[in-house]
């Protein structure tokens, strides 16, 4: 299987099925989706369940609240693709040729780590893309908090975990997961993954 989308979910029925439903419409199919249920109280695990009862790609991980690193988590465990990706509940994909166009990156470089652009939107009606500059690199310094600030700061890597996709064997071999019980876990994750990639 060449790619594990994980989903972590807590009390977001309003908007799973928007959420899944863009995973579902790939083109691309050699993908799973791990649907990690962290302990909602609404009717996101009833909806999780009626999912992986009709679809065999989706797995569904039913466990006690710990939180959205917890939730990552235990999808990276349990995760059989060759790479990682992460899509918050509450989001979704625009578009059918998303995972296909990642795989062709993956086919032709076998990167490490691919970083994507996004689009947010606030109340429905704005939508604000986030593109990503392409600079050159050659100035880095090798210290892991000056170059990743001047990532940071010049538009180059955005410290985000859902616009990213990552190779398992480097998460799970060098166990990169995310914080337990930490305000803005991507961050440090993903500062974490930088020496790695």
């Known amino acids: 299987m ?3 989308v994980i989903i972590p979910i807590y009390n977001v029925e309003n908007y799973l099925n928007q959420c899944v ?7 691309f199919t050699d993908y799973e989706i791990i649907l990690v249920d962290d302990g909602s109280t609404d009717n996101s695990p009833t909806i999780c369940n009626e999912y992986a009862e009709k679809y065999s ?3 569904v991980i039913h466990k006690t609240n710990g939180g959205l690193s917890d939730a990552r ?6 995760a059989q693709g060759n790479y990682l990706m992460f899509l918050d509940s509450d989001d979704f994909w625009n578009g059918v040729i998303i995972l296909s166009e990642i795989n062709e990156i993956i086919k032709k470089s076998n990167p490490d780590l691919i970083i994507h ?3 947010c939107f606030y109340d429905l009606k704005r939508i604000i893309p986030r593109k990503f500059k392409t600079k050159e690199t050659q100035n880095f310094s090798y210290d ?4 990743l600030k ?3 700061n010049n538009d ?26 930490k305000i803005h876990e991507d961050v440090a994750w993903c500062a974490d993954i930088i020496p790695y990639v």
């Open 21 to 27: 439903d863009s995973v579902l419409a790939q083109e």
């Open 73 to 78: 988590n235990f999808g990276i465990k349990e």
């Open 2 to 4: 060449e790619i594990s």
């Open 150 to 152: 001047y990532l940071v």
């Open 144 to 147: 892991l908090k000056k170059d």
């Open 117 to 119: 652009e996004l689009s």
């Open 57 to 59: 790609q989706i797995k």
């Open 156 to 181: 180059i890597y955005y410290a985000a975990a859902w616009n990213k996709i990552i190779k398992s064997e480097i998460v799970k071999a060098n166990q990169l997961y995310f914080p337990k019980g």
